[in-house]
């Protein structure tokens, strides 16, 4: 998936659903958007915001849902891509800059791109941590 400038991938296990362009839903108690999904409030992670770039503001053009142990999560993206298979030799075990809040590595998508691979626990982990 594309958050502004960055790639980032997730391993498909982990999808849960894509949807469309949504609109954030009231804050929950720590200030962070929502976003409701048949009747539940599920926790809205920005990529755009958590990698460094200009928040999205009040919505995104594409949601993926993903799970993270027993919780829901619904990342802000601006798209979701292809499925892809990479090369798993081509794994990088340093952490992108700005990323390592959920990404302890990349892949290689082909030899021009490359996507920061998010750990969902590690993501999981990041928003609960303070501030």
């Not at 928040?55 to 802000?76: H, K, V």
């Amino acid at each position: 998936m594309r958050a502004g400038t960055v790639l980032f991938a997730i391993d498909i296990q982990a999808a849960v659903e894509i949807r469309g362009p949504e609109a954030f839903g009231p804050a929950d108690r720590n200030g962070r958007p929502t976003l409701e999904v048949r009747g539940q409030p599920l926790p809205v992670v920005d990529l755009r915001r958590m990698s460094g770039q200009p928040a999205f503001e009040g919505g995104s053009p594409a949601m993926l849902l993903i799970n993270a142990g027993t919780a829901t999560l619904a990342l802000a993206v601006d798209e979701v891509l292809e499925i892809e298979t990479p090369d798993a030799s081509a794994n990088t075990p340093e952490p992108a800059a700005g990323q390592s809040f959920c990404c302890s590595r990349h892949i290689q998508l082909d030899p021009a791109r490359s996507a920061a691979l998010i750990e969902p626990a590690a993501l999981l982990g990041a928003l609960a941590a303070p501030g």
